[in-house]
């Protein structure tokens, strides 16, 4: 069955720490994606990573950064947290079918509260 | 820029009735599109998904319909139950691209 673990479920940080949220899939996937969950916008792509220290930008990449040094795991990092960062943060893997007909898989989501 | 639209923020349906989940589509690159569940406190998990090459795809209770020249797709759930409560997530990928568009979402509560 297929598996994708997001470290934390709830986690609260004060403005201007470093906060990493990890995931981890089981399923082999080359492909790794970090994104947000906002009311009333979606889901918006952060990053993308499509091989270990392979990444790329999605559509808000502003503020955040990632590290993928195993295949399994894909971080995300908030080098400077702000209040604006206070999201539903959702982490997605899939395999490569070369034909963009790739299903993802998610996490459960952590929710970061920035104070 | 959305180029996945969800206009329908909330939808609520009788028991047993049919659910229209609708969404539309700006980008005409689009060619594989997918549709996501979504309860409170869990990840997106995938329903069901429509290559452009049909206008339709059925899975039990779920269809997806597409339609090219409208640039629109729905998803009907038929016959509704209350366990299809949860957030909708329509999305869209591109030429063989790995990345995924996403909509807004609309919300179906199934009234029992």
């Known amino acids: 069955d297929v598996k994708v673990t997001q470290s934390s479920r709830y986690l609260v940080k004060r403005t201007g720490e470093k906060v990493f949220l990890e995931c981890v899939q089981d399923?082999?996937?080359?492909?790794m994606f970090w994104y947000r969950q906002d009311p009333g916008l979606g889901l918006r792509l952060i990053y993308f990573?499509?091989?270990?220290?392979?990444?790329e930008k999605g559509d808000i990449p502003e503020g955040y950064s990632v590290s993928r040094e195993k295949k399994e795991r894909f971080s995300l990092i908030l080098e400077s947290a702000s209040t604006n960062q206070t999201s539903m943060y959702l982490c997605?893997?899939?395999?490569?079918?070369?034909?963009?007909?790739?299903?993802?898989?998610f996490g459960a989501g952590t929710r970061l509260s920035v104070l | 820029d959305q180029q996945v639209k969800q206009n329908s923020p909330s939808l609520s349906v009788q028991e047993g009735r049919i659910s229209i989940l609708n969404c539309d589509y700006t980008?005409?690159?689009?060619?594989?599109f997918l549709w996501y569940k979504k309860y409170p406190a869990e990840g997106p998990t995938f329903l069901i998904s429509?290559?452009?090459?049909?206008d339709k795809n059925e899975d039990g209770r779920f269809t997806v319909f597409l339609n090219k020249s409208a640039k629109h797709l729905s998803l009907h759930i038929v016959p509704s139950q209350p366990g299809d409560s949860a957030v909708y997530f329509c999305?869209?990928?591109?030429?063989?691209?790995?990345?995924?568009?996403f909509g807004t979402g609309t919300r179906l509560t199934i009234i029992p």
């Open positions: 429509i290559s452009s090459i049909k």
């Open positions: 399923m082999d996937h080359e492909n």
């Open positions: 997605a893997s899939s395999y490569p079918t070369g034909l963009g007909k790739n299903i993802q898989y």
């Open positions: 980008n005409s690159m689009f060619d594989y």
């Open positions: 990573s499509y091989d270990v220290k392979m990444k």
């Open positions: 999305a869209a990928s591109a030429g063989g691209n790995e990345k995924l568009t």
